[in-house]
């Protein structure tokens, strides 16, 4: 009888940093959970800024500091990170200041990259996002939802989502001021896989051509039929999970070499 060569190593051990509220039941990351079973081991977290009151202190150190504790409290001494739009900033943030605990890092459509304007796209998405946040709390969600859209882009329906308040704009502050720039990112020497959608703002395309251009082993992927609304691990779990296994597969032998 033919073995199952997949459950011939180790699971890989990753920690999924979705931007969300910390995961209900059925967490975002559920679906390639699913796909990648005996093969890897998700741990999801969200993000500590849901679970403060205005006003409280809230930084980057305080998003990746969560990771740490993450990682500790499951007994893990290396890992991987997934991070997703804000989680991926964080997930940047954490493989700056965690060094060799990370083993590799994925980033879906990061929020941002670093405090410089890196490209013009970059300076204009800035700009557009400033005008969101003048908008009356109402209106900001859904045009965010438009803005993260290529241009002229149907988003697909949302259903009821919570208020924007307070806790977005100590979100927003802190990725406005992340403390590091995108050359700054040349210091992280781990693999990296860039990920964005066809049918997302082209500015998070470019920015993962100039994570790859900084970063000394980074590599940026597109799925053609995706967007920040409709993200690959909830529309096509089943391609990602194998882009995800193969790029962790591929990151141990290279850690270890």
């Given at each position: 009888m ?21 995961p ?10 699913d ?97 969101v ?56 020497t781990?693999?990296?896989l ?64």
């Amino acid at each position: 009888m033919a073995r199952d060569r997949r459950r011939e190593h180790p699971a890989e051990q990753v920690i999924w940093i979705t931007p969300g509220w910390p995961p209900p039941r059925t967490a975002p990351s559920a679906a390639v959970a699913d796909e990648l079973a005996g093969r890897a081991v998700i741990t999801e977290i969200g993000l500590v800024v849901w679970d403060l009151a205005p006003g409280e202190p809230y930084d980057l150190a305080t998003e990746f500091n969560a990771v740490n504790a993450a990682a500790q409290a499951r007994g893990l001494s290396r890992y991987h990170l997934f991070g997703f739009s804000a989680g991926a900033t964080v997930a940047l943030a954490a493989t700056l200041a965690l060094g060799d605990a990370v083993q590799s890092l994925t980033l879906l459509e990061a929020a941002v990259i670093g405090d410089d304007d890196w490209h013009p796209a970059e300076t204009a998405f800035r700009a557009s996002l400033a005008a969101v946040r003048a908008l009356p709390a109402e209106q900001r969600i859904p045009a965010c939802r438009q803005l993260f859209a290529r241009p002229g882009e149907p988003l697909p329906p949302l259903g009821s989502p919570a208020p924007w308040d307070a806790r977005d704009d100590m979100l927003e502050d802190m990725l406005a001021q992340v403390g590091f720039t995108s050359s700054d990112l040349a210091a992280i020497t781990v693999p990296v896989l860039a990920i964005s959608g066809g049918r997302s703002n082209p500015r998070f395309r470019l920015q993962d051509e100039r994570l790859a251009e900084v970063i000394p082993h980074a590599r940026a992927e597109v799925f053609s039929e995706r967007s920040h609304s409709s993200p690959p691990h909830r529309a096509e779990p089943a391609r990602l999970a194998e882009m995800l296994i193969d790029f962790w597969t591929r990151s141990a032998r290279t850690t270890t070499t």
